[in-house]
């Protein structure tokens, strides 16, 4: 027997404040259509600079209207099989992601979005759809190859933590930039040729002592000041890709004031590559795959932050928490309560 109705968490106006422009309202329950399924979502990711920024109407490739569902991606279980549906039955887990069907307790998903899993655990849903951005991003942007030197800000969050495994996998050097003892010492265990403590050291003064040829690759998703160091210290043929920029989300936009980039470019043949998930949709099959593989394999660790925020109402205090810099790894609501 199904309930008549659910919860979901949405946008309720655009605004500046999160808490108060966001809210918890009830939504009829919805059968699946033909070749769609319902899923019981169990675990949501959270998406710090997208949450934030939706809020703030300042998603430029996306419009909304609200009131309008937030959320992307969760592991859950099929409760429900719409007719001509062959890929998943009643019971089974699966990962899928969908803007606006991830902070809710059922979503009807169509069956060839799905991606069976073994069980709903948060180290998968970090894998997919994070993980998948992570490898994209550094292979088909940032064009990772062997030998290089590669250097990754956030290195201890959701994304960062399997960028550097995958950068040390394919036999580079990888230098890990994150904030604090906690988060450096993980980095160090999982390999990370140099860990740089951004709240202890200076990172454009290190990157230049210790680096004096320059990173071939810089993975940012923070900006600021962490970009400036990261654009200062590129190689020759150095490639900036930009994934991110959390320390500047919800601030008014700074002056810069180092003089324009491509000043620092051209001598270099070095580039600057913004990159977004949603615009490599073609590369994500593949991507899950193989980052399943290497975690079954256990050739790369999965970080989940261990703060545990339990359901809906729990989302405000999970974006603020990832959006203030505290997490290890991913960020997860737990909606299985």
């Not at 250097?151 to 036999?171: E, N, P, T, W």
């Amino acid at each position: 027997m199904f309930p008549k109705t659910y919860r979901k968490f949405i946008l309720k106006h655009f605004g500046d404040d999160f808490r108060s422009c966001t809210g918890i309202v009830e939504t009829p329950w919805q059968d699946p259509g033909d070749g769609e399924v319902v899923i019981r979502n169990l675990l949501a990711g959270v998406n710090g600079i997208y949450d934030f920024n939706m809020v703030r109407n300042a998603v430029s490739y996306m419009k909304f209207d609200p009131p309008t569902d937030m959320g992307i991606e969760i592991v859950g279980r099929v409760v429900a099989v719409g007719r001509g549906v062959k890929k998943v039955k009643e019971g089974d887990a699966v990962a899928t992601w969908k803007v606006g069907a991830g902070y809710r307790e059922y979503q009807v998903a169509a069956a060839d979005r799905l991606h069976p899993i073994s069980e709903p655990s948060a180290e998968i849903l970090t894998l997919i759809p994070t993980g998948v951005s992570g490898l994209v991003g550094l292979e088909r942007i940032g064009e990772l190859r062997h030998g290089e030197t590669v250097a990754v800000s956030a290195a201890a969050g959701g994304l960062g933590h399997i960028v550097v495994q995958v950068a040390k996998l394919a036999a580079n050097h990888v230098i890990a930039i994150a904030g604090g003892a906690e988060k450096c010492a993980r980095l160090r265990e999982l390999g990370c040729d140099r860990v740089i403590d951004y709240r202890r050291e200076d990172v454009d003064s290190v990157l230049k002592a210790e680096y004096p040829r320059g990173v071939d690759i810089a993975y940012d998703s923070v900006g600021g000041a962490m970009f400036d160091a990261l654009l200062d210290n590129l190689a020759v043929k150095g490639r900036l890709v930009i994934s991110g920029y959390t320390s500047e989300v919800g601030k008014p936009l700074q002056m810069v004031t180092s003089g324009r980039p491509w000043t620092k470019l051209y001598f270099r043949s070095a580039s600057i590559r913004g990159f977004i998930n949603p615009h490599f949709e073609e590369f994500w099959p593949d991507a899950a795959a193989r980052l399943l593989d290497l975690y079954q394999t256990k050739k790369i660790e999965v970080f989940v932050d261990p703060t545990r925020f339990e359901g809906l109402e729990a989302v405000p205090d999970a974006v603020e928490y990832l959006m203030a810099g505290r997490n290890t790894g991913k960020v997860i609501v737990r909606l299985d309560g």
